[in-house]
């Protein structure tokens, strides 16, 4: 006890090396104790020591299955090191285990930069499936009442807090206020494209800009 107590003032002080070789030596008398590969952990991660970390913190979320912070340490070490699939689950488990907390909004965000991350790819270029449906949207909204162009907006808002399978070419998707089957970026091009036009300064969560504007540059001709 006396070792993780030095080990998380150090950490609190910045001395983050002693910090680690404390905690290190407090594993050492009691190595299935959760909290401390959870704060080992965490400060391996932020030293950027990714792999080290992510072997305690895989170890502190079977010592602590319900504990949400160590679920949520394990998620952003797992982001950092490219294992977004990991990553994405980690951040889920999250949510479900605490889904008012603060945690599962940065969870969200998480789960919504991954999918970001796997739309654009690498190279993060501009997506022309996505620029085909900001040009339909457009199109679709234009000389539409904002009160119809709101409830559509809105139904899709609703259902994306079901989740949207971005990545997902498949048509799955229905309305009630348009007619047609739609995959999750279709609906989530009119999403974006329907908030511009009601309200240009909401903040939408998911970058679509470049998509939008070159659209918004090919409707104006």
């Known amino acids: 006890m006396g070792w993780v107590v030095l080990g998380v003032a150090q950490a609190r002080m910045g001395a983050d090396g002693a910090a680690v070789v404390s905690l290190q030596k ?9 909290y401390t590969h959870k704060n080992i952990g965490a400060l391996l991660s932020r030293t950027g ?14 010592l602590l299955p319900s504990d949400p912070q160590t679920w949520f340490n394990l998620a952003g070490t797992l982001e950092e090191a490219g294992e977004l699939d990991n990553a994405d689950e980690a951040y889920e488990k999250v949510i479900r285990l605490d889904p008012t907390g603060t945690l599962a909004k940065r969870s969200e965000d998480g789960r919504s930069r991954i999918v970001e991350i796997n739309f654009r790819g690498i190279g993060g270029d501009s997506r022309p499936d996505a620029f085909s449906y900001c040009l339909g949207s457009l199109q679709r909204f234009e000389g539409m009442p904002k009160a119809e162009i709101q409830k559509i907006t809105f139904e899709i808002a609703m259902l994306g807090t079901r989740g949207l399978q971005v990545n997902d070419p498949a048509e799955q998707y229905t309305l009630k206020s348009i007619p047609g089957k739609f995959s999750g970026l279709h609906l989530l091009c009119i999403e974006y494209v329907g908030f511009k036009l009601i309200d240009p300064s909401v903040d939408f969560g998911f970058d679509l800009s470049a998509e939008y504007a070159e659209a918004c540059r090919l409707h104006k001709k």
């Not at 050492?28 to 104790?33: E, I, T």
């Open 26 to 34: 407090a594993i050492d008398l009691n190595p299935k104790d959760g």
């Open 49 to 62: 020591k990714a792999d080290e970390a992510l072997k305690h913190l895989r170890l502190a979320t079977q």
